[in-house]
């Protein structure tokens, strides 16, 4: 079996590309470990969007840290300290800076059986990551690429003095191949305002809600955030029965949260493995169920997610 790693372009983006058999993976690690190319047996399945590369937006598969979607009240505040979250003197609120951030890379090296990547980011005072979030800290990032499937794990090392709180998320932008079609089992969704900030008040996943059964991309138009998924059941799963491919989402007990987005006329979809709700660390004031992860000094807190792809009979 071929492995192998490559430092070249793909789409016009300096990448590592890691291969495994048939799978091939791009990782841009001056563009926050965006994942940004992912091919299996001849096909596409996450590739670049030049448009929304250069319009600051969400591309690839980037990592969304330390606050995946949106805030409210145009801060965060946890422990009672208020985060600002501005970036390069400008405010961000929405998705996180770790994807705008370069990553340091510390290994990259094909091995029998997959092929891996690992990079970090710091959080120092006086750096614009600090400022930004300003908890002096570590965000590593390790992609390895199997024969059949991709696992990219996160650690959060929080080297302060005073407890790190954060939310973590992975935003691949599926490309649709003929009838497409996914599923997941969580059971409830948040309710939002016109701002699609939520309340925190949760909603039974039934009616066009009901995802548990395939339901095709171009069938159900959504942007909801999904919580209680099973245990023991993939996070979620797509069907591309064009090409014979069956993607699994699976993921550690951390990422409590699914975003589906399936936006109408797009070539693209959305499902998103996270660790918590939008706006976690305001909403975390007054809700339990959020997934704000909290790491106390000296500690880290890792968690893993993965596509795995099954050919379907």
Not at 94 to 118: K, L, P, T
Not at 258 to 272: D, I, K, Q, W
Request: hydrophobic share 35%; aromatic share 10%; charged share 20%.
């Amino acid at each position: 079996m071929k492995t192998g790693v490559t430092q070249c372009e793909y789409q016009g983006v300096k990448v590592y590309e890691l291969v495994c058999g048939e799978m091939t993976v791009d990782v841009a690690p001056d563009d926050g470990m965006n994942i940004c190319g992912i091919r299996y047996a001849g096909h596409t399945i996450v590739t670049v969007d030049p448009k929304r590369r250069a319009s600051g937006g969400t591309w690839g598969m980037p990592v969304l840290y330390p606050t995946p979607n949106r805030i409210s009240a145009g801060a965060a505040h946890f422990n009672g300290e208020t985060l600002p979250m501005i970036w390069q003197g400008k405010p961000l609120l929405m998705h996180g800076a770790a994807r705008y951030m370069s990553f340091q890379v510390e290994q990259a090296e094909a091995r029998e059986d997959c092929a891996v990547i690992r990079g970090f980011v710091d959080f120092v005072p006086g750096s614009d990551a600090y400022t930004y979030f300003p908890f002096h800290s570590r965000l590593t990032l390790e992609v390895r690429v199997y024969e059949t499937r991709l696992e990219v794990t996160h650690t959060v090392e929080n080297l302060d003095q005073k407890p790190l709180a954060f939310g973590l998320a992975y935003h691949p932008f599926f490309l649709k191949i003929g009838d497409t079609r996914f599923r997941t089992g969580a059971r409830s969704f948040y309710i939002t305002d016109e701002n699609k900030l939520p309340s925190g008040e949760l909603a039974p996943a039934e009616g066009i809600y009901d995802l548990s059964k395939p339901v095709s991309t171009e069938q159900v138009h959504l942007d909801h955030v999904y919580t209680q998924l099973p245990e023991g059941e993939n996070s979620a799963d797509i069907y591309y029965p064009d090409i014979h491919l069956h993607l699994a989402l699976k993921a550690t007990p951390d990422f409590s949260h699914l975003v589906v987005f399936t936006p109408a006329g797009m070539p693209y979809f959305c499902l998103e493995n996270q660790t918590c709700s939008t706006d976690c660390h305001n909403l975390s004031q007054h809700c339990d169920h959020t997934g704000l992860q909290i790491v106390d000094p000296g500690k880290h807190s890792c968690g893993t997610v993965t596509l795995e792809m099954d050919p379907m009979k």
